[in-house]
């Protein structure tokens, strides 16, 4: 089993609709957990760090399930601009280090 | 503010031929080095990780070698590229002792033919 699995998408939304993406992960003991954003041809770039009790910012919502062991994604609104590959990250215990998923593409059309 | 450089951005290598990629980082000390690569179409395989000078941990047997010759520069290198080394290498830094997230630089693009 991977450690950090994710569908690969891609999913294709209109502007302005709302999109979900989960990500499920191997290791109950899992530290930290992360979404990045990468773009096509470019460096991942760090979306938001995903906490326990949920976060939000602006239209972006992380929410964290350790019973279940999920992370997912919200986007609101959805923007051109969004359309990228999304990476979800988890810290496993003992380790100062990321593993990443596959990334899930979103595709954002006019 | 930290800035971290990577370089060269892009590199077409003959098969045998050596490879070393060179990454720095400014305007921090100590930090969490680390190589990645990402194929066509594939997540990133972390490579090698280093929590200071002179210490490389590898994740994965593979032709490719880490050096952290000073505290804030990780090279990557290759006696002898194959064809599967292709890919998109990306070099990354963290706070030490502390888990934030990486902060990746903008990668090397290499195919080898």
């Known amino acids: 089993r991977k450690e950090v699995e994710q569908d690969p998408g891609p999913f294709n939304v209109p502007e302005g609709a709302t999109v979900a993406f989960n990500c499920t992960y191997s290791n109950s003991a899992s530290q930290s957990f992360f979404w990045y954003r990468q773009d096509c041809r470019k460096e991942p770039k760090l979306l938001m760090s995903v906490y326990s009790s949920g976060n939000e910012d602006g239209r972006f919502t992380a929410q964290l399930n350790r019973a279940s062991q999920y992370i997912s994604l919200l986007i609101r609104d959805s923007k051109l601009s969004d359309s990228a590959t999304y990476l979800c990250?988890?810290?496993?215990?003992?380790?100062?280090?990321?593993?990443f998923g596959t990334g899930t593409r979103l595709l954002v059309s006019p | 503010s930290q800035t971290i450089h990577q370089w060269p951005a892009t590199l077409v290598q003959p098969v045998g031929s050596p490879l070393s990629l060179e990454c720095t980082v400014e305007?921090?000390?100590?930090?969490?080095l680390y190589w990645y690569r990402q194929a066509a179409g594939r997540g990133l395989q972390l490579l090698f990780y280093s929590v200071g000078i002179g210490q490389i941990s590898s994740e994965v047997p593979q032709n490719l070698s880490a050096s952290r010759p000073q505290d804030r520069q990780f090279i990557l290198s290759s006696k002898k590229l194959l064809l599967s080394d292709s890919g998109f290498y990306l070099c990354?830094?963290?706070?030490?002792?502390?888990?934030?997230?990486?902060?990746f630089g903008s990668g090397t693009r290499l195919t080898v033919v």
């Open positions: 305007g921090t000390s100590n930090p969490n």
């Open positions: 990354a830094w963290s706070e030490g002792m502390q888990n934030y997230g990486y902060t």
């Open positions: 990250v988890v810290t496993p215990p003992g380790f100062q280090k990321l593993v």
